[in-house]
């Protein structure tokens, strides 16, 4: 299994709620990252997590809230939005982080909009 | 500052070869990553160079020269299903991916 998998697809959201993006892997990778992308723009790093815990946050604004319940999960969670904050969020995963080459295997990502 | 640079689109026929284009400055290295994007999608790994030669994978190769800074991705026998974005990326010091802006690759018949 060389997949990495994010629901929902597509999110439409008001400013006002709370919701969250989930992304699963099997491939034991031990690295999981959030990337955030604009339109006809390259992926942005949010976060990585390495063994499960927080390795990198890259001044994210405090209404993003990213969990690692296990190895497998990555969960973003999201609070109080903003129009601007509308773009494809991306899930991915790599065997390692921070220890040389380990290839990063991208989710599908998740289509948010925010009213 | 750190800065990667590829032109942001080019066009050619299917059946022929591209040559793909990267420049950077960045605090360390630590390999140079290759990525195939369409539209909407999730971009997928083509190619990881850290020594200066030569990378063949199949149509795809990709080359590298650390003294230049430079890399580029070249396609050969161009399909219509090649017309993507192209993003380069280079580990830096840190192992974190600093992404160029994408190069649009637009296939006509």
């Known amino acids: 299994d060389t997949e990495v998998t994010q629901t929902p697809k597509h999110l439409v959201m008001g400013m006002t709620n709370k919701k969250s993006l989930k992304c699963e892997q099997h491939?034991?990778?031990?690295?999981m990252y959030w990337y955030k992308q604009k339109a006809k723009k390259p992926p942005e790093l949010m976060f990585v997590?390495?063994?499960?815990?927080?390795?990198i946050n890259e001044s994210v604004p405090s209404r993003f809230s990213p969990e690692c319940p296990n190895s497998s999960l990555l969960n973003l969670h999201l609070h109080a939005l903003q129009p601007e904050d509308s773009a494809l969020y991306l899930c991915?995963?790599?065997?390692?982080?921070?220890?040389?080459?380990?290839?990063?295997?991208f989710g599908p990502g998740t289509r948010l909009t925010v009213l | 500052g750190q800065n990667i640079d590829q032109p942001t689109e080019m066009t050619a026929t299917e059946g022929a070869i591209v040559q793909i284009n990267c420049t950077y400055q960045?605090?360390?290295?630590?390999?140079l990553f290759w990525y195939q994007q369409h539209a909407g999608e999730a971009p997928t790994f083509l190619s990881y160079?850290?020594l200066d030669g030569l990378e063949e994978k199949g149509r795809f190769s990709s080359f590298l020269s650390r003294s230049k800074g430079y890399s580029y991705l070249l396609l050969k026998e161009l399909q219509m299903k090649d017309s993507a974005s192209y993003l380069c990326?280079?580990?830096?010091?840190?192992?974190?991916?600093?992404w160029g802006a994408g190069t649009k690759l637009i296939i006509k018949p």
């Open positions: 997590y390495s063994y499960e815990k927080l390795s």
């Open positions: 991915a995963s790599s065997q390692e982080a921070g220890t040389g080459f380990h290839e990063q295997f």
């Open positions: 160079n850290v």
């Open positions: 491939m034991g990778h031990r690295a």
């Open positions: 990326a280079v580990m830096d010091s840190n192992y974190q991916l600093i």
């Open positions: 960045t605090s360390g290295f630590n390999g």
